[in-house]
């Protein structure tokens, strides 16, 4: 996309439309839920397999096991974490209470949370998708062109990102590759990746609709797949926190509140190294030698 | 500076105490009706996206579990199933009354007399876990027709002979389920009788909800309009010990 002449860095400018902010924090929350009460499911069987049939006589290729009342372990094929005092451990299962919802042993309950929020992130999806195809949200601000998509281009934009250097100016108002390649990513990968293996899950859906389990090769390879799914989802907005505190949680969390975001100046660093530099000079020596 | 240490345990306390803090809304009463009207909701988008016959799926007999664990209770303790054990079974019957104009005692030889149905489907346990294994039973439909089961009757309850802390075991259907040409009631698991660990003689299997809605000993059949007056009203034993859905679809 061009970038507009017209504005430069300071400028206040509008960033985010009103569907994007009001999906992304019912999202934030929606996953957040999601994943609480996700981790205290998996708790009730926490092995996973591959194949249409995976109980307690097949082998998991990933298992959590309680060790006793401090110690547990991981062990995902043939490789095994020593998890003490994280997971498998004490009276839970493989996930402790503060990672789950409830923070108990509670399947019951769990369950609901999850199949009250699986509406809330199935149905707000499709309407965000649908709206973000018809104001061309898709289309115009999240499909990578031709150039950016270019290994030269990924690779610059990985390695400026590596510098925990970002754009400026106008540049800053749109999405770079990296961000475009990880929203598409979630919005039309991982979120149905996770609502469809939700569903084969459910005897319900899967004698609906057959081809659930064909697609995913059984319940348990779809709930594999749901996990790790899961974990991509956790990963990214790791990564997404990391990125909103690096580039100036201030601005970016007021742009995704009220739309409003102010384009960092040419030239200046962005926010975490700003502050690095704005601390050693308040704190360093006045003589620093020269490196 | 703020170590990464402290980053990390300082993520993990925030978000355990918002967790705990949705725990504490999700206790509240409004909130519980609120969690539990999203299963009625599922239940009305199954029904109608799904047809009434929907087959869940069947698979080779490749695909069985070379093992399929057992869960729940695997050895009813009264002494009356005790005594049919020692029997073989012989002179098990299994009552069908309530709401049906016909109420029949069935004994396992009426049972296998009648037309079967053999599946290979899969158990879908509510913990997660899965096993595909091969079912033979007498069609449920077929028997509460020749019970003539009446039109005001809504819901099929399986009382069993298993107990726990002194509940008997109990599951129920919606008439849908009840009629389904899945929903048997099984004499037979992988080409052999169906052994006490699966629910000897006769077990319950409707495929398109989970394990613990697959009532094992079922030693009589039901047809009631309403599901209140049965133990504590909610239509199942763990649904009404530790809150399950009664709607196990999903």
Same mark, same amino acid.
């Given at each position: 996309?061009?970038?507009?002449?017209?504005?430069?860095?300071?400028?206040?400018?509008?960033?985010?439309?009103?569907?994007?902010?009001?999906?992304?924090?019912?999202?934030?929350?929606?996953?957040?839920?999601?994943?609480?009460?996700?981790?205290?499911?998996?708790?009730?069987?926490?092995?996973?397999?591959?194949?249409?049939?995976?109980?307690?006589?097949?082998?998991?290729?990933?298992?959590?096991?309680?060790?006793?009342?401090?110690?547990?372990?991981?062990?995902?094929?043939?490789?095994?974490?020593?998890?003490?005092?994280?997971?498998?451990?004490?009276?839970?299962?493989?996930?402790?209470?503060?990672?789950?919802?409830?923070?108990?042993?509670?399947? =019951?309950? @769990? !369950?609901?949370? +999850? &199949?009250?929020?699986?509406?809330?992130? $199935?149905?707000?999806?499709?309407?965000? *998708?649908?709206?973000?195809?018809?104001?061309?949200?898709?289309?115009?601000?999240?499909?990578?062109?031709?150039?950016?998509?270019?290994?030269?281009?990924?690779?610059?934009?990985?390695?400026?990102?590596?510098?925990?250097?970002?754009?400026?100016?106008?540049?800053?108002?749109?999405?770079?590759?990296?961000?475009?390649?990880?929203?598409?990513?979630?919005?039309?990968?991982?979120?149905?990746?996770?609502?469809?293996?939700?569903?084969?899950?459910?005897?319900?859906?899967?004698?609906?609709?057959?081809?659930?389990?064909?697609?995913?090769?059984?319940? =348990?390879? @779809? !709930?594999?797949? +749901? &996990?790790?799914?899961?974990?991509?989802? $956790?990963?990214?907005?790791?990564?997404? *926190?990391?990125?909103?505190?690096?580039?100036?949680?201030?601005?970016?969390?007021?742009?995704?509140?009220?739309?409003?975001?102010?384009?960092?100046?040419?030239?200046?660093?962005?926010?975490?190294?700003?502050?690095?530099?704005?601390?050693?000079?308040?704190?360093?020596?006045?003589?620093?030698?020269?490196? | 500076?703020?170590?990464?240490?402290?980053?990390?345990?300082?993520?993990?306390?925030?978000?355990?105490?918002?967790?705990?803090?949705?725990?504490?809304?999700?206790?509240?009463?409004?909130?519980?009706?609120?969690?539990?009207?999203?299963?009625?909701?599922?239940?009305?988008?199954?029904?109608?996206?799904?047809?009434?016959?929907?087959?869940?799926?069947?698979?080779?007999?490749?695909?069985?579990?070379?093992?399929?664990?057992?869960?729940?209770?695997?050895?009813?303790?009264?002494?009356d199933?005790?005594?049919h054990?020692?029997?073989?079974f012989?002179d098990w019957a299994l009552r069908v009354d309530g709401l049906v104009a016909s109420p029949l005692t069935l004994s396992m030889?009426d049972l296998?007399?009648?037309?079967?149905?053999?599946?290979?489907?899969?158990?879908?346990?509510?913990?997660?876990?899965?096993?595909?294994?091969?079912?033979?039973?007498t069609?449920l439909?077929?028997i509460l027709?020749r019970a003539q089961i009446?039109?005001?009757?809504?819901?099929i309850v399986f009382h069993c002979a298993?107990?726990?802390?002194?509940?008997n075991?109990y599951?129920?259907?919606?008439?849908?389920?009840?009629?389904?040409?899945?929903?048997?009631l099984?004499?037979?698991?992988?080409?052999?009788?169906?052994?006490?660990?699966?629910?000897?003689p006769l077990?319950l299997?409707?495929?398109?909800?989970?394990?613990?809605?697959?009532a094992?000993y079922v030693m009589r059949v039901e047809a009631v309009?309403?599901?209140?007056?049965?133990?504590?009203?909610?239509?199942?034993?763990?649904?009404?010990?530790?809150?399950?859905?009664?709607?196990?679809?999903?």
């Amino acid at each position: 996309m061009a970038i507009n002449p017209e504005l430069h860095g300071g400028d206040l400018v509008k960033r985010h439309r009103l569907s994007t902010r009001l999906w992304h924090w019912l999202n934030a929350f929606t996953i957040f839920v999601m994943v609480g009460s996700g981790l205290m499911i998996f708790n009730a069987h926490p092995r996973l397999y591959w194949g249409q049939y995976g109980a307690n006589y097949e082998t998991p290729w990933l298992e959590i096991h309680n060790d006793g009342p401090s110690h547990g372990h991981l062990r995902v094929g043939p490789m095994t974490i020593q998890t003490d005092n994280v997971l498998g451990t004490g009276r839970f299962e493989a996930f402790p209470g503060w990672a789950t919802l409830p923070g108990g042993y509670d399947l =019951a309950k @769990a !369950r609901r949370w +999850h &199949f009250f929020f699986a509406w809330m992130l $199935v149905l707000p999806w499709l309407a965000y *998708l649908i709206t973000s195809l018809f104001n061309r949200h898709i289309q115009g601000e999240l499909a990578p062109t031709g150039d950016e998509l270019a290994p030269k281009h990924i690779l610059h934009d990985i390695v400026e990102h590596a510098k925990l250097r970002f754009p400026t100016g106008a540049a800053a108002l749109h999405h770079n590759i990296l961000q475009k390649l990880s929203y598409l990513g979630v919005l039309l990968g991982l979120i149905p990746a996770m609502i469809l293996t939700g569903l084969t899950l459910s005897p319900g859906w899967v004698a609906a609709w057959p081809w659930l389990n064909v697609l995913f090769g059984g319940r =348990a390879s @779809a !709930r594999s797949v +749901h &996990f790790i799914g899961m974990s991509l989802i $956790v990963g990214f907005i790791v990564v997404h *926190l990391l990125m909103v505190v690096l580039a100036g949680p201030i601005n970016e969390i007021r742009s995704m509140i009220t739309g409003k975001f102010r384009l960092p100046e040419e030239g200046s660093p962005s926010f975490v190294p700003g502050l690095i530099i704005a601390l050693r000079s308040r704190f360093a020596p006045a003589k620093e030698p020269h490196l | 500076m703020i170590s990464r240490r402290t980053l990390i345990a300082g993520a993990a306390t925030s978000s355990g105490l918002l967790l705990s803090g949705c725990e504490r809304i999700g206790n509240t009463k409004a909130a519980t009706s609120l969690l539990d009207s999203a299963n009625d909701f599922t239940y009305t988008v199954q029904r109608s996206l799904e047809s009434r016959g929907a087959l869940a799926p069947e698979f080779t007999a490749a695909q069985m579990s070379p093992n399929f664990r057992t869960n729940g209770n695997t050895m009813p303790g009264s002494p009356d199933y005790a005594r049919h054990l020692a029997a073989n079974f012989a002179d098990w019957a299994l009552r069908v009354d309530g709401l049906v104009a016909s109420p029949l005692t069935l004994s396992m030889a009426d049972l296998k007399a009648m037309p079967a149905r053999t599946q290979i489907t899969q158990h879908n346990c509510v913990e997660g876990w899965t096993a595909i294994g091969k079912w033979q039973g007498t069609p449920l439909g077929l028997i509460l027709k020749r019970a003539q089961i009446l039109p005001q009757a809504r819901f099929i309850v399986f009382h069993c002979a298993d107990d726990f802390w002194g509940h008997n075991y109990y599951e129920s259907v919606d008439l849908i389920d009840a009629f389904h040409p899945q929903t048997i009631l099984a004499w037979g698991m992988n080409d052999a009788p169906v052994t006490v660990g699966h629910g000897a003689p006769l077990r319950l299997r409707v495929e398109r909800q989970l394990g613990y809605k697959q009532a094992k000993y079922v030693m009589r059949v039901e047809a009631v309009d309403s599901l209140k007056s049965i133990q504590r009203g909610k239509g199942g034993f763990w649904e009404d010990q530790i809150d399950y859905e009664w709607y196990a679809a999903i």
